[in-house]
């Protein structure tokens, strides 16, 4: 099994950038996808980015698109989300994420491990 642990969230102005970080401990997997989800008051959890840890392919909701890239560090276990050019309705709870296959999806469904959260507040 793997644990997941973001941080790196705090309160922005719009325009402004984070770095939020997940670091994963446990039972360590080639063949995974790690992703970024958040998740807004009153609204489902969406889809942010995702990579596969291996082939460090990438892959971006339309909405975060040119702002936001994901990487990972694979010597330290580590998934980061940078965020550029932050918005108002950036504005969410975000989660990492990992699933057992190395083969990304957007419904947070086909993730089995969950971070706890890190609050992202982007103020205008």
């Known amino acids: 099994q793997v644990q997941l642990v973001e941080s790196g969230g705090g309160l922005v102005q719009a325009g402004g950038s984070l770095r939020l970080s997940c670091t994963a401990s446990?039972?360590?997997?080639?063949?995974?996808?790690m992703g970024w989800f958040r998740q807004a008051p009153g609204k489902e959890r969406e889809f942010v980015a995702a990579?596969?840890?291996?082939?460090?392919?990438?892959y971006y909701a339309d909405s975060v698109k040119g702002r936001f890239t994901i990487s990972r560090d694979i010597a330290k276990n580590t998934v980061y989300l940078q965020m550029n050019s932050l918005k108002s309705e950036d504005t969410a709870v975000y989660y990492c994420?990992?699933?057992?296959?190395?083969?990304?999806?957007?419904?947070?469904?086909?993730?089995?491990?969950w971070g706890q959260g890190t609050q992202v507040t982007v103020s205008s």
């Open positions: 990579i596969s840890w291996s082939g460090g392919n990438t």
């Open positions: 446990g039972r360590t997997f080639s063949s995974i996808t």
């Open positions: 994420a990992a699933r057992g296959l190395a083969v990304i999806a957007t419904s947070p469904f086909n993730y089995q491990y």
